[in-house]
């Protein structure tokens, strides 16, 4: 077998690769496109959890639920769902409990539809207003780093972080 | 609509209790953290001071954590209302070890005693039906609440039931209001050491 045959890792198994690293056990989410290889991932991994939710905030109280427990829970949304999390944050915020959530952008970069962005827009400020730390990730190879590295403080110290994943890193949704 | 249930909310939670074993309590903010409070304090209460529509998920998050031990979420029809669509996502994993218990006055308590949707109407034993609970019920006597308090969950869990309550309101009873406490207690109790 040829090397160069090899598919490219793609950004995504890269969040998958640390998730396994790390031991994140349980994965709620409300799906997105952008999320959907590491969806579909999480899924074929019997060691994961994926949880499919009505509203992202749901995925907020059960993150919290699964370190009362003992275990690592990553959510995974799109910044339209953001600002459904703002007062289930405050449990993150009350409790000291660690938090990571990826959150895949739309409405920012070549957006066809123009109701992704006000949400867009807002995204970073939601977080920031709630005491979450936001990182962004606007290319490949910034993924992995960026992930391991919120992974580690979030459960090794409970800290609180949210990943965008920034459009032009997933692509323009072509219409 | 004239409704005259006659089992009393503080009663209710302390037999339903009775017997917890190594059961984690999840409780909804409000009138249900402090019936749970008042039935004694233990290390295994996780109770919420806010986070309205929480109590479900966290009880989800909890419970497939722990798959060995009980987890019981007692909340209030209004903290229910709020967070319906955990009922769909309960449903959808379907935790053998998790039991949610609704305690309906039908009306919002903490807040004026205002009518609630189960007021008008809604059934929420109906709704966790629909989603695709296996064990759902509507209990309006001691007799059959004790019996679902005294039967172990079921291999086609997760549990779900409706406690119709008296409209009585019992005087407040607060436990400790530190949210990092609560949680640190609870993680210990399962033998977690705090970060």
């Known amino acids: 077998m040829s090397t160069q045959n090899k598919p490219a890792q793609r950004w995504e198994d890269d969040i998958y690769d640390c998730f396994v690293r790390h031991n994140v056990s349980q ?25 499919v939710l009505t509203t992202e905030e749901e995925g907020v109280a059960s993150s919290c639920g699964a370190w009362l427990g003992g275990q690592k829970s990553v959510l995974l ?20 409990f660690p938090f990571v959530t990826i959150v895949s952008m739309r409405g920012e970069w070549g957006e066809f ?56 890193l997933i692509g323009r949704k072509e219409w | 609509m004239t409704v005259n249930n006659n089992i009393e909310r503080r009663q209710a939670v302390r037999r339903l209790l009775a017997n917890r074993g190594e059961t984690l309590v999840v409780c909804g903010l409000g009138s249900s953290t402090y019936d749970v409070f008042a039935a004694g304090d233990d290390d295994r209460n996780f109770y919420l001071w806010g986070a309205m529509g929480g109590a479900v998920m966290i009880g989800l998050g909890l419970a497939i954590a722990q798959p060995d031990k009980p987890v ?34 039908a009306h919002f308590g903490e807040t004026g005693m205002q009518p609630s949707h189960t007021g008008h109407g809604v059934d929420l034993t109906e709704v966790a039906n629909g ?30 039931a409706v406690v119709k309550i008296s409209t009585e309101n019992p005087d407040r009873a607060l436990p400790n209001l530190d949210g990092v406490y609560i949680k640190n207690r609870v993680r210990s109790s399962l033998g977690i050491q705090p970060v």
Request: aromatic share 6%; glycine share 6%; charged share 15%.
């Open chain 2, 131 to 160: 989603c695709g609970f296996n064990n759902s019920q509507t209990i309006t006597d001691y007799d059959t609440l004790d019996a679902f308090s005294n039967t172990p969950n079921a291999a086609n869990g997760p549990r779900f």
């Open chain 1, 113 to 168: 539809n123009h109701w992704q962005v006000p949400m867009s827009r807002a995204t970073p400020g939601s977080f920031e207003l709630m005491g979450i730390d936001v990182k962004r990730c606007d290319s490949p190879e910034d993924v992995a780093p960026t992930v391991d590295a919120a992974l580690y403080a979030a459960f090794a110290s409970e800290q609180k972080i949210a990943i965008l994943l920034s459009q032009r």
């Open chain 1, 77 to 96: 949304m799109q910044s339209s769902g953001v600002g459904n999390c703002i007062n289930m944050l405050s449990l993150v915020s009350n409790c000291n």
């Open chain 1, 27 to 51: 994965v709620p989410y409300v799906p997105d496109a952008g999320h959907a290889h590491l969806i579909r991932r999480v899924h074929d991994t019997p060691q994961m959890r994926p949880i």
């Open chain 2, 72 to 105: 019981l979420v007692i909340t209030g029809d209004g903290e229910a209302l709020m967070g319906l669509g955990a009922l769909a996502s309960v449903a959808a994993q379907k935790p053998d070890n998790l039991t949610i218990i609704v305690l309906d006055n």
